[in-house]
Antibody
Framework: EVQLVESGGGLVQPGGSLRLSCAAS????????MNWVRQAPGKGLEWVSY????????YYADSVKGRFTISRDNAKNSLYLQMNSLRAEDTAVYYC????????????WGQGTLVTVSS | QTVVTQEPSFSVSPGGTVTLTCGLS?????????PSWYQQTPGQAPRTLIY???TRSSGVPDRFSGSILGNKAALTITGAQADDESDYYC?????????FGGGTKLTVL
């Protein structure tokens, strides 16, 4: 069974940093691309970042470019999101989502971790 | 900036049929955008329903179907049930970014 478990969320002050993790199990992690998708309270979904299976290709949404860094450790079956210079508008539940290898969509989702940026 | 449009809300009677759409602020949605659809109930993670325009994800009942209608992607629910009451999101792939629509809140009553 595919499982994605996010962790690392919490309360952080504006301008601060936080690192999210996503632990994957139930599939060959190194064969799949991964994504981060977020959802602000009461709002819709927003794609944040993509990383290919080998980390050779990385994409970011304009809203986080230059502040967030996606990475992965295939030996540890883990995905990460380093978030710097956090703003109030980054407050959201952050989901990790597996990318399908054949077509560009998100086939499995974690339960999410809440990040709150507030003083 | 490209905006993906969805109806903010929709209502359907139990047993009825409803079609939700996913459009572009400028231009037409085609299969080359690989439209996909996700269902989300409050407090839960999204669930994948449809990908690549019209392919149902594993375990999704066949009363959910996807298509291109005119210049939009569409999600049709045939024989709506009470537990279909959810938020529905489409997302379009645009080469190096994915853009979600604002979501449609579906009420079954």
């Amino acid at each position: 069974e595919v499982q994605l478990v996010e962790s690392g969320g919490g309360l952080v002050q504006p301008g601060g940093s936080l690192r999210l993790s996503c632990a994957a199990s139930g599939f060959t992690f190194s064969s799949y691309s991964m994504n981060w998708v977020r959802q602000a309270p009461g709002k819709g979904l927003e794609w944040v970042s993509y990383i290919s299976s080998s980390s050779s290709t990385i994409y970011y949404a304009d809203s986080v470019k230059g502040r967030f860094t996606i990475s992965r450790d295939n030996a540890k079956n883990s995905l990460y999101l380093q978030m710097n210079s956090l703003r109030a508008e980054d407050t959201a539940v952050y989901y990790c989502a597996r990318g399908s290898p054949e077509v560009p969509y998100f086939d499995y989702w974690g339960q999410g971790t809440l990040v709150t940026v507030s003083s | 900036q490209t905006v993906v449009t969805q109806e903010p809300s929709f209502s359907v009677s139990p047993g009825g049929t409803v079609t939700l759409t996913c459009g572009l602020s400028s231009g037409s949605v085609s299969t080359s955008y690989y439209p996909s659809w996700y269902q989300q109930t409050p407090g839960q993670a999204p669930r994948t329903l449809i990908y690549s325009t019209n392919t149902r994800s594993s375990g999704v009942p066949d009363r959910f179907s996807g298509s291109i209608l005119g210049n939009k992607a569409a999600l049709t629910i045939t024989g709506a049930q009470a537990d279909d009451e959810s938020d529905y999101y489409c997302v379009l792939y645009m080469g190096s970014v994915w853009v979600f629509g604002g979501g449609t809140k579906l009420t079954v009553l």
